[in-house]
């Protein structure tokens, strides 16, 4: 039951990523919801379900949006590990800690989206992008997954709970 639930919230991720917050953003900052799903699952299911949870929903929206294949996989399925480094530990349950986790793999991201474009020909200045842009995206980013985790965690671990007592359940 709560693969359905991380479905869902992987199809809302990218909802709010391709549409809600392409349209609606202030000077062109916003958060990378999906950065911030995948940093709270991670922290919600571990770190081998995150990196695969990561790196499945970063091929998907990579196929639907991007001109590299993989890039944004490697970001999400990092991410996604990154989150999974808290599981089960006992300072997890604050949300500070996926909300700087998530801050700071946006921040990474960012930082590699800059390296491929370069890598490609493209030219910017870096510093004018760093402040007007990769800070600002990450720290939003950061608080979008504050969000994010309050509302994901009581609906998983309850979910959780319940699948494996029925799988022990039927053990016994």
């Known amino acids: 039951m709560y693969r359905i639930s991380v479905a869902i919230s992987i199809l809302f991720g990218i909802y709010l990523d391709s549409f809600l917050f392409a349209r609606f953003n202030i000077l062109d900052i916003r958060p990378d919801a999906?950065?911030?799903?995948?940093?709270?699952?991670?922290?919600?299911?571990?770190?081998?379900?995150?990196?695969?949870?990561?790196?499945?929903?970063?091929?998907?929206?990579?196929?639907?949006?991007?001109?590299?294949?993989?890039?944004?996989?490697?970001?999400?399925?990092?991410?996604?590990?990154?989150?999974?480094?808290?599981?089960?530990?006992?300072?997890?349950?604050?949300?500070?800690?996926?909300?700087?986790?998530?801050?700071?793999?946006?921040?990474?991201?960012?930082?590699?989206?800059?390296?491929?474009?370069?890598?490609l020909g493209g030219r910017f200045r870096f510093f004018e992008m760093f402040f007007t842009y990769m800070l600002p995206c990450a720290l939003v980013t950061g608080a979008f997954c504050a969000l994010i985790h309050l509302a994901l965690k009581p609906v998983l671990q309850r979910q959780i709970r319940k699948h494996y007592e029925r799988n022990a359940g039927g053990i016994r």
């Open 34 to 119: 999906m950065m911030a799903l995948m940093v709270s699952l991670g922290v919600l299911l571990g770190q081998r379900e995150g990196l695969f949870i990561g790196l499945l929903s970063g091929l998907l929206t990579d196929l639907l949006y991007s001109r590299i294949i993989g890039l944004g996989a490697i970001a999400y399925m990092l991410a996604g590990a990154a989150g999974g480094i808290f599981y089960k530990k006992f300072y997890a349950d604050n949300i500070v800690i996926p909300a700087v986790t998530a801050a700071l793999c946006s921040f990474a991201k960012e930082h590699l989206m800059a390296l491929s474009v370069l890598l």
